[in-house]
């Protein structure tokens, strides 16, 4: 029997047309637009040799047991993985297969557009807008620009060195970055000085959020952070929305301890209508679009594809997480 690879939603156009060409395969899938249930996913990956699944889907040892020991990899269609227990996919020999790279570019775009609808307060003159309501006076609505002012990257990694290579050109004078070690080669190409949190903080205009979510950086922002925040300052997440504590960012924001949030991650995802954060005038919120053009989502999407196939015919992965499977 040919190996079989679940995957747990519809791709993009053209992925989805390679995938469904698949004939070395068979492929299992679920083609709906809208996240599979634990129940059926548990269900359904019974006697698969991959998976490819989103950031939704929860892969934890109950689903690697439920699978079966064909398990060869799960291949995740992103860049982020904390949604994958690694300790027990290490446990269960089970690789794991990401797209990085693929999606810097469009994530860094994102991370640009929030810092522009914050600083230039969008989301209110949107409003207007739609109200037919005139925005322009002189004295009200006003916005900050980023000539001069003093850029903040929370990891500086694919996307944050990307980040800041789009936001340079706007006028920033000083790049401060944070993380979990120093990264000299890409801090050179920005002329970016490597900092404690912090001094960030104290010290950023704009703070734009690129780490993965860790143990280290869940709550990252909380109570403590946010009284540090230089007053007038913008915070943009296109990381995760667990990296912020968001009941110490509604009382930063009403405290006028920063300006503006600009999230296009949040916990939950999506937020409920009517969430506290969607009605703050000082916080944009984007469902979390990071990667959402065509040519990425392909490109992501592809490169899940290629990941499980590698695995399932025993062949090195082109983009594999190393968890310490030999
Ligand atoms: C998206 O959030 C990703 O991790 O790719
Ligand atoms: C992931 O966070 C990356 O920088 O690609």
């Not at 196939?309 to 594999?320: D, F, I, N, W």
């Amino acid at each position: 029997a040919k190996p079989i690879i679940l995957v747990t939603r519809k791709l993009p156009a053209q992925a989805q047309a390679r995938l469904s060409a698949l004939t070395s395969v068979t492929v299992r899938q679920h083609l709906s637009t809208a996240p599979i249930s634990h129940s059926a996913l548990l269900s359904d990956i019974r006697g698969s040799s991959a998976l490819i699944c989103l950031l939704s889907d929860k892969v934890d040892s109950e689903l690697l047991e439920a699978a079966g020991p064909q398990l060869r990899a799960v291949s995740t269609v992103s860049v982020g993985y904390d949604h994958v227990d690694t300790q027990a996919l290490k446990q269960h020999n089970v690789r794991l297969g990401y797209t990085p790279d693929v999606l810097t570019d469009a994530t860094a775009d994102t991370t640009v557009l929030l810092a522009l609808m914050a600083s230039r307060l969008a989301k209110a003159a949107l409003a207007k807008a739609a109200k037919g309501e005139s925005a322009f006076t002189l004295s009200e609505g006003l916005g900050s620009q980023f000539t001069g002012k003093t850029l903040g990257i929370v990891g500086l990694g694919r996307i944050g060195c990307a980040t800041g290579r789009r936001l340079l050109p706007f006028g920033f004078t000083r790049v401060l970055y944070t993380g979990s070690q120093p990264h000299s080669a890409r801090a050179g190409a920005l002329n970016a000085e490597f900092v404690g949190f912090h001094e960030l903080l104290q010290l950023a205009d704009l703070v734009c959020v690129c780490c993965p979510l860790t143990d280290r950086t869940r709550g990252m922002f909380g109570r403590e952070a946010f009284q540090h925040a230089k007053p007038g300052s913008i915070l943009v997440n296109t990381a995760r929305g667990a990296v912020i504590d968001q009941e110490a960012l509604l009382e930063a924001l009403d405290a006028g301890a920063l300006a503006h949030a600009a999230l296009d991650v949040t916990v939950p995802e999506p937020l409920p209508a009517g969430h506290p954060l969607l009605c703050h005038p000082k916080c944009t919120v984007l469902p979390h679009i990071g990667s959402a053009t065509e040519e990425t989502r392909n490109a992501m999407a592809n490169l899940a594809i290629d990941n499980a196939l590698a695995a399932v015919l025993g062949q090195p992965m082109p983009a594999e997480v190393c968890i310490g499977i030999e």
